[in-house]
T-cell receptor
Framework: DGGITQSPKYLFRKEGQNVTLSCEQN?????MYWYRQDPGQGLRLIYY???????QKGDIAEGYSVSREKKESFPLTVTSAQKNPTAFYLC???????????????FGPGTRLTVL | KQEVTQIPAALSVPEGENLVLNCSFT??????LQWFRQDPGKGLTSLLL?????REQTSGRLNASLDKSSGRSTLYIAASQPGDSATYLC???????????FGSGTQLTVLP
């Protein structure tokens, strides 16, 4: 089955801890994205990566870090510097075709992070 | 900066009714527009993608239109069913990285 997997489904963090959310895709997509969703709101972009070993900050990158060592994987670390990390985190991927305007994004099932 | 607005925020209709969800965006320089469905506690399911050069897309009972010049899109759902109950999100792709900007969604409830 081709798709995007995220783990864990639920994650609990104590104050001052760093935690890492996993995102893996076997769609052979070039680009991967991390979004945050707060209750009753749309998604906001945290980080994105269009190729391996390169990534860019989105609108709300403060307190987060990422890596892209493999095409299939784009883990997100929520650091202790993120003051309000409780949210639903969604990972997405897409093909990148610079000559085309078609870049449909596909989403994983999400990770719900709660700070205790 | 691109901003996306969805109206209404919530909508409740009886089963069988046809309905329209609205989406507006501030910058018409977009690559495409996507409509998604989100069930409670779940990820997003892509429903329709309209490229900037297109006017509409259809899939089953769903029809999405795009008027790029006026910064508007509509999602039309025909003969609504209780299984259509979910939050519907609109997102536009723009910028050098074609990143998506999302609206806050319309929470739809279809009553049996």
């Amino acid at each position: 089955d081709g798709g995007i997997t995220q783990s864990p489904k639920y994650l609990f963090r104590k104050e001052g801890q760093n935690v890492t959310l996993s995102c893996e895709q076997n769609l052979n997509h070039d680009a991967m994205y991390w979004y945050r969703q707060d209750p009753g709101q749309g998604l906001r972009l945290i980080y994105y990566s269009q190729i391996v070993n390169d990534f860019q900050k989105g609108d709300i990158a403060e307190g987060y870090s990422v890596s892209r060592e493999k095409k299939e994987s784009f883990p997100l670390t929520v650091t202790s510097a993120q003051k309000n990390p409780t949210a639903f985190y969604l990972c997405a991927s897409s093909i990148v075709r610079q000559s085309s305007r078609y870049n449909e994004q596909f989403f994983g099932p999400g990770t719900r992070l709660t700070v205790l | 900066k691109q901003e996306v607005t969805q109206i209404p925020a919530a909508l409740s209709v009886p089963e069988g009714e046809n309905l329209v969800l609205n989406c507006s965006f501030t910058d018409s320089a977009i690559y495409n527009l996507q409509w998604f469905r989100q069930d409670p506690g779940k990820g997003l399911t892509s429903l329709l993608l309209i490229q900037s050069s297109q006017r509409e897309q259809t899939s089953g009972r769903l029809n999405a239109s795009l008027d790029k010049s006026s910064g508007r899109s509509t999602l039309y759902i025909a003969a609504s069913q209780p299984g259509d109950s979910a939050t519907y999100l609109c997102a536009v792709s723009s910028g050098s990285a074609r990143q998506l900007t999302f609206g806050s969604g319309t929470q739809l409830t279809v009553l049996p």
